[in-house]
């Protein structure tokens, strides 16, 4: 992999602006899988992705090519894209799988191991910087996850294992899409995502199709809407912080899940998860607090 462009000595500015696009991507990834846990009882896994992939293909070429034409929506990087992209899929059909069977808080509990391995293989791969306190931010996040999870108390069955793949593959995606945000805009990355994931899906969603009811049309559109938002807003905030700001922002997601799942389904949740949430909230907000005081010194 090409070293990407260093953002450690980000401004204030510039910081905040990319934690804001998280936040933003934050909301879009708690609408895939609430959208996911809606239409699973009657559509596919396969079929759900390539539905999404088809939604955002169709969103993004509607509102990018009469602006800035297909040519600026090509990207430099084929070939890595299209490893990012297999990557990609095999970690959503790992959490997509896992949604149907385990609770959505514990699904995105599981899921807050992605900012630490994501930064460990930054380190190892790109040579990102992570600096001590974000070590230590998101060890506190980690904690909190274990809080929620209790491995040892409560058992991790298959489902959770496949979600633990998952978390490792998205890991592995988010560095590429780093690496890939130094070449190509945030509309390349996501008219490329969703023209490659078509390509990829086509044959398992023909095998599988169910053909889809009209009240499963604000669903699909809410599944691929928020991919759209997702993977825009990440490629944004990417260019202007690092991997390990950007993903610990990511475990307000939680919270917000355990009230939707409760609120439209009636999926309770243990003390412990509030217990959990606590903790991953503060220690994103010790985060983003310390980002934005470097960020002011480095200014100064």
Not at 70 to 77: D, H, P, Q, W, Y
Not at 199 to 225: D, E, K, R, S
Not at 253 to 280: H, K, M, N, Q
Request: aromatic residues 10%; charged residues 10%.
């Amino acid at each position: 992999m090409t070293e990407p462009k260093s953002t450690a000595n980000a401004t204030r500015a510039e910081t905040l602006r990319g934690i804001g696009w998280t936040v933003i991507a934050t909301g879009g990834l708690a609408g895939i899988v609430i959208a996911v846990r809606a239409l699973k009882p009657d559509i596919s896994v396969p079929e759900l992705l390539f539905l999404r992939a088809v939604i955002g293909l169709v969103a993004i070429s509607v509102i990018m090519i009469p602006k800035q034409g297909i040519r600026a929506l090509i990207t430099k990087r084929p070939g890595l894209q299209f490893v990012r992209n297999a990557t990609h899929v095999g970690a959503q059909y790992c959490v997509f799988f896992g949604v149907i069977y385990v609770p959505l808080a514990v699904v995105t509990s599981v899921e807050y191991t992605i900012p630490a391995i994501t930064a460990a293989i930054a380190a190892m791969t790109i040579g990102e910087k992570v600096k001590r306190y974000r070590w230590i931010g998101m060890a506190i996040s980690f904690m909190g996850v274990l809080i929620v999870v209790r491995p040892g108390i409560v058992p991790v069955t298959l489902p959770i294992m496949v979600v633990i793949l998952g978390t490792l593959l998205f890991s592995a995606q988010n560095v590429m899409v780093k690496v890939l945000s130094q070449t190509d805009s945030a509309s390349t990355m996501v008219f490329t995502m969703n023209a490659i994931q078509c390509l990829i899906l086509i044959g398992p969603a023909i095998y599988l199709w169910v053909t889809p009811q009209w009240h499963h049309v604000p669903w699909l559109l809410l599944l691929g809407f928020s991919g759209i938002i997702t993977h825009f807003c990440l490629s944004k905030a990417l260019v202007l912080i690092d991997t390990s700001v950007c993903f610990p922002i990511d475990f307000l997601r939680l919270p917000f899940i355990a009230v939707i799942a409760y609120l439209i389904w009636d999926e309770t949740f243990s003390p412990w998860v509030a217990v959990g949430a606590f903790v991953i909230f503060v220690s994103t907000y010790f985060l983003v607090h310390k980002e934005a005081k470097d960020a002011e010194k480095s200014e100064s």
